[in-house]
């Protein structure tokens, strides 16, 4: 079973963001099972080098959505984007320098921190975007 699954409750009312949330969740859900069938290093590297060059293209593609349309939220929104990647980038440094360990424990944080995201964050756009 997937760690994660996409469902309207997801939406931002926004059919290219939703698609590219679909693919975020489906990397997520790729590196979920590659890690519970013991793929090597490199493997797990290569998806989550994926995931962070995938997370860094959508928030740009949202804040350039955001910014046409002078949203007012855009400053917060645009903060939690740079915290969470660099939150990613930081795990991915220490993943590829041998110091950490993909974890049950951080596939649930990636989990959170998507749906989270979406939810609490993203969706606050869906009025100014349509
Ligand atoms: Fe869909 Fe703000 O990330």
Redesign the pocket.
């Known amino acids: 079973m997937s760690l994660m699954t996409w469902s309207e409750e997801y939406s ?1 009312g926004v059919a290219r ?1 939703d698609t ?2 679909k693919k ?1 969740i489906d990397l997520v859900n790729k590196l979920n099972d590659a890690m519970r069938v013991g793929k090597g290093k490199d493997v797990l590297a290569a998806i989550l080098q994926e995931l962070l060059d995938y997370t860094v293209y ?2 740009k593609s ?2 350039e959505a955001m910014q046409k349309v002078a949203f007012d939220g855009y400053d917060e ?1 645009k903060r ?2 740079d915290k ?1 990647t660099r939150q990613v980038l930081d795990f991915a440094a220490k993943f590829n320098s041998g110091n950490s360990m993909l974890t049950v424990s951080l596939m649930q944080f990636l989990k959170d921190w ?1 749906l989270n ?2 939810k609490g ?2 969706q606050k ?1 869906t009025k100014y975007l349509n």
Do not use: A, G, K, S
Request: proline share 0%.
């Open positions: 931002v963001f590219q949330h975020l959508h928030f949202e804040e929104h939690e984007h969470l998507v995201h979406i964050t993203d756009y």
